[in-house]
């Protein structure tokens, strides 16, 4: 704990540990002095954000990386289909559904803003897909598509 004492002035200063101080010729004018003089630290450049939001929104760079990355997931799907009959049908589908479970994801964090939206938005987005999902497989089983 540093002790305090009154200068000249009446104001307190901190008395500094001799062990621990710079010289005197290391440290010029005060804190505040120091701190003008030192350049501004560069803030980026950010757009303002929405009510809803938690984080700012990507840059252009990010949306166009994942637009690439869909259209090479879609290349890859395409690419799938010529290799019916050289690969097995069941291969072919878990890659498929992998491929779309993947675009799902990436279009609907990135572009419909998931990431960035507070989080009970993506429960209630999670929660209504949870939800058609399990009317989907509900309907199903009741006219009997999974009995053989």
Do not use: C
Not at 69 to 90: K, R, S
């Amino acid at each position: 704990m540093a002790d305090e004492r009154a200068n000249p002035a009446g104001t307190a200063t901190e008395q500094r540990d001799p062990e621990n101080a710079a010289p005197a010729d290391e440290q010029p004018g005060t804190a505040i002095e120091r701190a003008e003089a030192a350049p501004p630290a560069r803030a980026e450049a950010e757009l303002p954000m929405l009510p809803g939001e938690v984080r700012p929104h990507p840059t252009p760079q990010r949306y166009v990386m994942i637009a690439a990355i869909l259209v090479v997931a879609t290349a890859a799907e395409v690419g799938l289909y010529y290799l019916e009959g050289d690969v097995p049908d069941g291969l072919i589908i878990a890659f498929l559904l992998m491929f779309a479970v993947i675009k799902f994801v990436l279009v609907a964090s990135w572009y419909m803003h998931l990431r960035t939206d507070k989080p009970i938005f993506r429960r209630f987005f999670v929660l209504g897909v949870v939800a058609a999902i399990s009317l989907y497989l509900i309907v199903l089983t009741t006219l009997h598509v999974f009995s053989p």
